[in-house]
């Protein structure tokens, strides 16, 4: 299977029309395109407005528009935020003539804050006016759901049906810190447009499989958002594709937008990626992957540049991840990766070669690779960043 | 049942002698003082050969002396390594006259390195001759286990038995950074005396109790140790008291000690309780408690003193922790308390005092409480402190 990268952001998507803008804090994205569509929620108990009305929406499985806001996250608002989110529903209903229980909506932002509904009407107005099937469309769309974010996500992929024929899995995101394991991510949205014509079911089980290896594998600091939500939408216009190879295009978009979520983390300096092999199971394996990636120690350790402490700690992040009692982890041995590579930790024994160690650190990607001598085959990737002193300085309003 | 608390720390126990001394980031810590004894160690599926080794002389349930040392955690340190800790524990006997197979061995410090036994044996040889059963022996043991600990801990109590007698119960620990909830909490140790005459079965059954209910409640970080552990020994030198109110006293102690660990966390500038309330049962009230301590983004908001975003993630921490698929939130009440006192978020409904939340926050003790509002009654506490720019300096070594 052949997956070209190509540009386009959403639009490349036969089908799809987007726009957006954005004022102060406060934006508004419109995508127009319908299709059959799946989604996948936050798993915060605590769920937002729009995510309660949205996966509502879609238990009928077809998605004709997407609005999102971004300053406002309609998160613990109550009756009020339940109107409000399908207010906006109905907003984009009428200006774009499609069913009103087709628009999926989106929200991000700060909780417990309702909604300044005359502001999205009047911004959706100038949105509407917008709306284009070109490529800055799409680049207007990802910048309107922008909060901490300090540059836009979007990924196109282009792949061969096989049959002469071409089909895009093109996707927008946003997401930069509340980022953490579970569902998806943290404040974290996701559109994922796609031409292939995909059954509903196939749309649903690669939508979990994808965002399973992907944003689930993603964290920037560990917290969980009420308002998490990625859409896949299929507008079914150009040709048919396997299964697997639909699967597989669709796990490339999300892990590349779960990459560029990871890199702009806030505050982050360098991009860390965690891959776990040699473990008895899958979720031992992902267990470990993300409890390196979320370690505070292990990310800072990799902000100071320190080779005297980033293997200890990669091992006692390892051993505080669930897995089952009886592995033996006196095995385990810590590749590191990036400008060079070293193996730093070789089946148990700590090798001295700090020097190499703090030029691998120095670079702005760091590799890590851990085979935890198991003997067990299975493994996983996880994303991440480092803990910086800005995210506190982000976080906390200080400068 | 009175508790008073008294000076004298470890020493004020009958039967107890102590001493350490540091130098640079390397010291070392006696305790003379025999009895029945138990243990609590850390879950981490790597543990440190002091752990592994310590955990296998208290088979037999009884304690004669105590050595640890800081600067080197002999953790993932090999055959060797445990070689070294039983070394560790064959000095202490010689030197004290006491049984080999009584005497615990505990180690903090960085991961992955091999003691120097040449420095632990000249050091041993300065300690044996200072101790002494004054209280300056307590606290320079106390002071000889710091690691990035800008202060010791010790605490005493002294608990009328109701039969005009007293006993003690007293305490040293260690704690700062890689504080997570889990058995203990991490590279965290705690070494507790008391003259009390108690049961083998009572006095862990008390120590699982009391340390369930104060270190294990305990976040720094989240980061879990491959070193921690809590050690309680019973000289049997006074009399006898109820198991209820031992249960109780202890639970004191370990409290002080954990919030000791809290306000001492790396990098912190303010001290933060936890209370749950309202809770369907106790792990959904500890869960919710523990969840909103270890938050990156509740701790960075209270640094930053932020009225506007406190309550929001105070929610998102609650939601996020795992309670029950079935529980309703949206009843949920937030008080905050500190200099002043404020109901912040009224049963789900957000109240706009962000002058006086201001307020609290810009003090150095944040008390929250959280009634999850679900006609429940179970309540847990949990400590911590808030994340700073400086908890990254530490952990990175940057400045």
Request: charged content about 25%; hydrophobic content about 40%.
């Amino acid at each position: 299977m052949k997956i070209e990268v190509i540009k386009g952001g959403l639009c490349a998507v036969k089908g799809v029309r987007a726009y957006g803008i954005k004022e102060g804090n406060k934006g508004l994205a419109l995508i127009e395109g319908g299709g059959k569509a799946s989604g996948m929620f936050t798993t915060n108990k605590i769920k937002a407005a729009p995510v309660r009305f949205t996966k509502k929406q879609l238990e009928k499985g077809r998605i004709s528009a997407i609005i999102a806001n971004s300053g406002c996250a309609n998160s613990f608002t109550g009756e009020q935020g339940m109107r409000n989110a399908e207010k906006m529903a109905e907003l984009a209903s009428s200006c774009l003539g499609v069913d009103k229980e087709e628009v999926a909506v989106l929200s991000t932002g700060p909780i417990g804050v309702q909604l300044d509904m005359g502001l999205i009407e009047r911004q959706l107005g100038e949105v509407v006016k917008g709306l284009t099937s070109g490529e800055e469309g799409s680049t207007a769309a990802a910048k309107a759901i922008m909060t901490t974010d300090t540059f836009h996500k979007e990924t196109a992929v282009s792949i061969d049906t096989g049959n002469d024929g071409q089909v895009a899995i093109c996707g927008i995101a946003k997401g930069s810190g509340m980022i953490a394991p579970h569902m998806t991510t943290a404040t974290m949205l996701a559109f994922i447009y796609t031409d292939a014509s995909v059954d509903g079911e196939v749309l649903s089980g690669s939508l979990e499989a994808a965002v399973d290896n992907s944003f689930n594998m993603t964290v920037v600091d560990g917290d969980m958002s009420t308002n998490d939500m990625v859409l896949l939408v299929s507008t079914g216009k150009s040709g048919k594709i396997s299964e697997g190879d639909f699967e597989e295009g669709l796990t490339f978009v999300c892990q590349e937008l779960a990459k560029l979520i990871a890199r702009d983390g806030e505050g982050a300096t360098k991009f860390i990626e965690v891959k776990v092999s040699g473990a008895p199971s899958v979720a031992d394996a992902r267990a470990a992957a993300r409890s390196i990636v979320q370690s505070p120690l292990v990310k800072s350790a990799i902000f100071g540049e320190r080779p005297d402490l980033i293997c200890g700690r990669i091992i006692a992040a390892v051993g505080s991840s669930v897995i089952a009692d009886d592995v033996d982890l006196e095995g385990i041995s810590i590749s590191l990766k990036g400008t060079k590579a070293i193996l730093a930790v070789d089946n148990g024994e700590f090798m001295d070669f700090s020097g190499v160690v703090r030029i691998i650190l120095n670079g702005k990607e760091i590799f890590i690779d851990v085979d935890l001598g198991t003997g067990g085959e299975a493994e996983a990737t996880a994303w991440g960043c480092d803990l910086t002193c800005d995210y506190v300085r982000i976080n906390a309003g200080v400068h």
